[in-house]
């Protein structure tokens, strides 16, 4: 089978054809029953925000993980992935666990799905045969591993339904990120992978799990994503550390969350609280702020506000939250020289990864080429557009 690292080039059907044939020709005589797909996604504000409750703001990008596979009459589980690196083996065979638990091991990409097989809230599971591909950038920062998460909890529920409850479904995914991944990660990327809709972005209240679409469907405006292709590998250690200094600011405010604590808050305890906790605090509670400013500049079609809106955020993620890096902050600064640029931002986790940038349709090309011009290393763009959350798919 042929391999295929995130090539933003394939269609949904393509994806489906590369896994069709790759089952036909690793199960000899079998046909997979079911297709699915699951998005990636890009979070336009609202950064390392969700795990302190706070707002975000999200679109699915037409970026997917499809898998295609078919129920066993045993409890094998076979699952060929055509996306992974290939220093690991491309595929895993294991039995599922009667009684105990589905526990982690090599290789290493099995472990979203081993990880969603455990928290599936549905059973007894059958055994399996699948094939995994994708056009998300593994490792890219647009969300891979929830779009691989949540694919395979939609291919589950094809061969073993649970009782439908979305919210309940995207909690599962981000626990087997958690438990199996061992990334500690709030619900955005889960959420978005789950609930995306064609021409919306979505904010999400990550306190009361509500979310609501905001349409972003103007054909003069494009969101264009700039993949730095550098990860540092700080971001691993890092997320944790962030994660924590938020709790711990809360915790000296009194407060279940950032999420209820205000900048008036903040500055009364600055004292208590060491100069970095404050700054990490103050980049969380100003973030929020953000991005509830922004879903409504977008709503009333003010991208001029909605741009401030990004570059703030950035400039907080860089100085206060520490987690952008040179190349990152040279895509910013890169793309914010051009006229017809409203705002650009890392997004994601951050320490490498992508930019996002709104702009003005007539703008893209010098854009692109300017960027191109400036940035030290080589970077990939994506023009993308809001599109649908997980789908089950026709074969
Ligand atoms: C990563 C996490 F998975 C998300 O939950 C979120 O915290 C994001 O970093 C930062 O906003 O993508």
Redesign the pocket.
Known sequence: ASSNSGDPQLGVDDLVRQARQAFQHAFVGEEPQVAVCAPGRV?LI??????NQGF?LPMALPLVTVIVGSKSSDQNVSVITLTESVEEPRRVDFELPQEEAVSPGQPGWANYIKGVLHHYRAGPLPGFRAVVTSSVPLGG?L?SS?SLEVATYTFLQQLCPDDGDKVAKIIACQQA?HTHAG?P?????QFVSVLGKKGYALLIDCRSLESALVPLKDPNLVILIANSNVRHSLTGSE?PTRRKQCEEAASVLGKNSLREATLQDLESAKDQLEGVTFRRARHVIQETERTAQAAEALKCGDYREFGKLMIASHNSLRDDYEVSCKELDELVSAALEVEGVYGSRMT???FGGCTVTLLEADAVNKTIQHIKERYSGTPTFYITTPSEGAQVLNL
Do not use: R
């Not at 609202?46 to 795990?51: A, I, K, S």
């Open positions: 979070n609202g950064e390392h925000t969700d795990y975000v920062g969300s929830a990120e990334v990660c709030g619900i955005m990327d997320y994601g986790g951050g």
